[in-house]
């Protein structure tokens, strides 16, 4: 969806398929994520993430992120860490000023994408508790959207509330 969104913004786009390190990248030696290799590099990510959006941010441009904070959060509260820490260690990152959640069941997502699906995407029970985080971060303020109608009214839908969002500014 925010793909979507391109045409109509003077922004910069940035989708998390982007923020990949490759084996040797010093953000990701063995030394430093023995243990907690998906922790470590999901917080590299975000915290290169925030790098950019503050960068882009002075420089005055729009920034889309196709996932931000919550992905962290939802993601690695699914997997069993704790929700408030995965949370502080992000404090200091820029705050978004709009995040819309597009609530999909995990069901209909995987009736939806078939083929290409990451472990994650395989993991129906994980995806379950992704979601349930997703929801309880959406209690402050977010504005959630029914995915499970066509692609089109959701892009619509959403750029309605970016539209918004861009009156407010």
Partial sequence: EALKL???????????????????NPLSSRAYLQRYEELAQHTARTLWLGVRIERDL????????????????AYGEAQGLDAAWLLSIQRFLPRPDVTVLLDIGPEVAARRKTADRDRFERDLAMLSRVRASYHRLAADGWVTIDASLSRDDVAARVAAVVDQALARR
């Fill in 58 to 73: 002075a420089a005055g441009v729009m920034v889309v992120c196709d996932r931000y904070l919550a992905s962290s959060v």
């Fill in 6 to 24: 391109e045409p109509r913004l003077p922004k910069s786009l940035i989708a998390m398929s982007e923020l990949t390190f490759a084996k040797g």
